[in-house]
């Protein structure tokens, strides 16, 4: 249902990402490193996707909580859609819908921030030379171009990593402790960051040197192919990361409670989803965020489920996710957004085409930049980037949210547990602003607010009481 997972990238995707890729990938705004990468933004859309969370705060130990089905919200001849939602919203206490919002609707800050800070960063390595001076001593060190584009990309990796730490530090780290969303202590939070900036040289170098090669090679066109090479980038981004990834951060192990893993196999039958085991990860070691996913591609696809949301979800609400989460999987999102991004990047290559060389007209012999080909160009790529990203967060939000809401549908009508489906949007309202205004909701949600998502089950448990007991409809 959620992005990111028990971190979420904030939104989409931060506060505690399992692992600092994810983290990173989803977080809103260029986080340090995260600036230069080209395919990060729609690497973004794309984890959103695939990573939801759902709930909050874990019980070790605890038996599963029992549903909590307020009054006014029973079925029975009298339940009306409007009434039992406002029910469910009315369990609130005004002080936590306080917190809630103060989380939000700072995130909204967090995402200009992060792009100013970004910018000063990038136009500091620029101004300074610092990026010429960086791919000088690649060049002095590698005469083969590929060796030299991954020497400067490693460097300016590791310069805006350090640059933006402190930054990182308070967004990451003591923001999220401050709203009670951090498990881990400073030193576990910054090992992982420092993980995340490995594979981000390792793996991240191998994109920018192909793309960079295409640039030397193709000089007239290199805007599209590049569009393409950043769409098989994505692509290989999601078919590794539920393998090799996301186990750095996370331990995964087959899930043995039969009660919850066998009734996630039968619905994934029912529809059609090939999956035999169902994962669980220790997602509290970062984040006592919930989540829940199916994860991969072309044959790595798998369901997870992190161990907050097993410890505080009551089984009704486990399966309204799970259903959900499936949705994606269904009707087939990943692949959809594939589409969505082919055009996104293309977009995105012409509209950095034409940037780059107008800056680079007017301020390049000052930056001493050589041209697009030359690895010091890369601040001003990503600043680029981080602009055009900045820019279309409204339609990105909208492309995902509205692929949140199918898979709303979709989980209501597979899992049969509306009341289960309410109790966890309560849950991830915790960090979400429960009831935002219609344009707030446009701009800034990457998934349907709380209340769209409670009225939207209390919609369908109004319209399928014919079905008996909405709590475990069918005998389920
Ligand atoms: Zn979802």
Redesign the pocket.
């Known amino acids: 249902?959620?992005k990111a997972g028990e971190t979420t990238a904030r939104q989409l995707l931060n506060p505690s990402p399992a692992d600092r890729l994810r983290t990173r990938l989803l977080r809103r705004g260029p986080g340090p490193a995260a600036l230069a990468i080209p395919f990060r933004i729609p690497m973004r859309l794309l984890l959103a996707?695939l990573w939801?969370c759902f709930c909050l705060g874990a019980q070790t130990g605890a038996p599963p909580p029992a549903l909590h089905m307020p009054p006014g919200a029973e079925a029975g001849p009298g339940f009306d859609a409007e009434t039992a939602a406002k029910a469910y919203l009315a369990t609130w206490k005004p002080d936590q819908k306080a917190r809630s919002d103060a989380y939000f609707e700072g995130g909204y800050w967090l995402q200009l921030w992060d792009l100013l800070i970004g910018a000063g960063i990038s136009i500091l390595l620029l101004a300074t030379r610092l990026s010429a001076k960086f791919r000088d001593w690649s060049q002095r060190i590698a005469s083969r171009q590929p060796l030299a584009a991954w020497l400067y990309w490693a460097q300016y990796s590791l310069a805006i990593f350090i640059v933006g730490l402190p930054w990182a530090v308070y967004e990451g780290f003591l923001r999220e402790s401050q709203y009670g969303f951090m498990n881990q202590t400073f030193a576990a939070w910054f090992l992982d960051q420092c993980k995340s900036l490995a594979i981000d040289i390792l793996l991240g170098g191998l994109a920018v040197v192909a793309l960079f090669a295409i640039v030397r090679r193709l000089p007239r066109t290199w805007q599209f192919w590049c569009a393409g090479a950043a769409i098989l980038i994505t692509m290989i981004g999601a078919l590794i990361s539920p393998v090799f990834l996301a186990p750095m951060f996370n331990k995964y192990t087959p899930l043995e409670d039969a009660g919850i893993r066998d009734p996630i196999l039968r619905i994934a039958r029912e529809n059609g989803i090939p999956a035999t085991k169902v994962y669980e990860m220790d997602a509290s070691r970062q984040s006592n965020r919930i989540s829940a996913n199916v994860s991969g591609l072309l044959g790595t696809e798998r369901i997870t489920l992190n161990d907050n949301l097993l410890r505080r979800c009551s089984p009704q609400a486990i399966m309204a996710v799970m259903g959900?989460?499936m949705g994606?999987y269904v009707l087939n999102h990943v692949y959809k957004m594939m589409a969505f991004l082919t055009i996104l990047f293309v977009g995105y290559f012409s509209a950095l085409r034409r940037s780059l060389d107008w800056s680079l007209a007017k301020w390049g012999a000052r930056w001493q930049v050589r041209g697009v080909s030359d690895p010091a160009v890369l601040p001003l790529a990503a600043l680029i980037l981080a602009i055009l990203g900045f820019l279309a967060t409204p339609i990105q939000n909208t492309l995902t949210r509205t692929q949140?809401y199918e898979?709303d549908i979709f989980g209501l009508n597979a899992a049969r547990q509306p009341d289960g489906f309410a109790e966890s949007a309560l849950l991830l309202g915790e960090y979400r602003k429960m009831e935002p205004g219609a344009l707030e909701e446009f701009i800034f949600f990457d998934?349907p607010s709380g209340r769209t998502r409670i009225y939207a089950a209390m919609r369908w448990k109004a319209e399928n009481q014919c079905l008996g007991n909405a709590v475990n409809p069918c005998a389920r």
């Open positions: 249902m959620e996707l939801l959900h989460e994606h949140e898979a998934h």
